[in-house]
């Protein structure tokens, strides 16, 4: 999947290139890059100054483009704040990313960018300006090495079949109690494996698997009728999210895409393995994952609508093949 907008139906949002590079590797084959010695807590400050950029992260099956600047500071211990008019960017302080700036191209239509890297060199996240205000944006972020602890290696992953008690336990204690932004701090953590191995145990009406299959029909069913949701892409550390409805929803091969007027989401449908409607509180949200257990995508309610039909909306999913369980009645 690349970070370029192929949308059949609708002019892409200032994508400068066919195919954007995927890798530090690849990106230095095109342009200058320097590492920087800023993190995400840095970038996610700087960032609110933007006026015109490009930003995309994505996932191993999913992808969101929005166009402006980041709305205001959210880190994972800020309350979960959704902006209207501008991308909302969160971002998990801690997280062991590297950053790095490449020069603008214009010969090949390559813009300047801040990247957010893995520590297999990676693109998760990227920033990509071209105005002279943005570039000077751009810019003050300081250039070096990076901090010891960035691009370390993940601790090794659980062993496949292991349940995690400990998380399971914590978890069914505070799952009512948390806020929106406490539930995709789970997804920032380790990818949100650890939360997807919780799911089913969760307890009775707090999770439940609906048909992945239904997706399209479902975002289709959205845009029809002008009903707002939240879509959200966690990379590596981060999450990105916007809100309102939808103006468009398209297919290509696997790829389904559904548009906004400053923004578009891509999931890649053979990707997604298992899709779950998840239940805290008043907040529902269909939360999807791939084989590996990677958290790929969330949708959700918009906050300014009315959360009783979303519920209702959900409730009515019809339930993964290979069970079938009732959902609960709407909260």
């Known amino acids: 999947m690349f970070d370029s907008c192929s949308h059949p139906r609708r002019a892409c949002l200032g994508c400068p290139a066919p195919e954007a590079p995927q890798t530090l590797e690849e990106l230095t084959e095109f342009t200058a890059v320097e590492l920087l010695s800023a993190d995400l807590e840095s970038l996610a400050m700087v960032g609110t100054y933007l006026e015109s950029a490009l930003v995309t992260t994505r996932s191993p099956g999913a992808m969101i483009l929005g166009q402006g600047g980041y ?20 971002v998990a302080v801690s997280a062991p990313a590297v950053l790095a700036r490449s020069e603008m191209r214009p010969d090949m239509r390559l813009p300047g960018s801040i990247v957010v890297l893995d520590g297999e060199g990676a693109i998760w996240h990227r920033v990509q300006v071209v105005s002279d205000h943005d570039l000077r944006v751009a810019a003050s972020l300081e250039a070096g090495a990076p901090a010891p602890d960035c691009g370390r290696e993940a601790p090794d ?3 496949e079949g292991v349940v995690p008690l400990t998380a399971i336990r914590t978890a069914r204690r505070v799952w009512d109690s948390a806020d929106t932004g406490e539930h995709l701090n789970d997804l920032l953590a380790d990818g949100g494996k650890t939360r997807r191995r919780c799911l089913p145990h969760i307890g009775t009406g707090k999770a439940w698997r609906c048909d992945e299959s239904v997706l399209p029909s479902f975002l289709e069913y959205l845009c029809e009728r002008s009903i707002p949701l939240m879509r959200s892409v966690p990379g590596h550390g981060l999450l990105q999210a916007q809100s309102g409805a939808l103006e468009d929803v398209a297919r290509a091969g696997s790829l389904l895409m559904a548009a906004c007027p400053n923004g578009v989401l891509t999931l890649d449908m053979a990707r997604i393995d298992t899709a779950w409607v998840v239940v805290a509180g008043r907040d529902w949200q269909i939360e999807l994952y791939d084989g590996a257990g990677q958290a790929l995508a969330v949708l959700g309610a918009d906050p300014w609508t009315d959360r009783r039909h979303w519920q209702s909306l959900l409730a009515s999913l019809p339930p993964a093949r290979q069970q079938a369980p009732a959902p609960p009645s709407k909260g």
């Open 71 to 90: 709305g205001p500071f959210q880190t994972a211990a800020s309350p979960w704040r959704l902006c209207p008019s501008r991308i909302t960017l969160r």
């Open 157 to 159: 992953p659980m062993p």
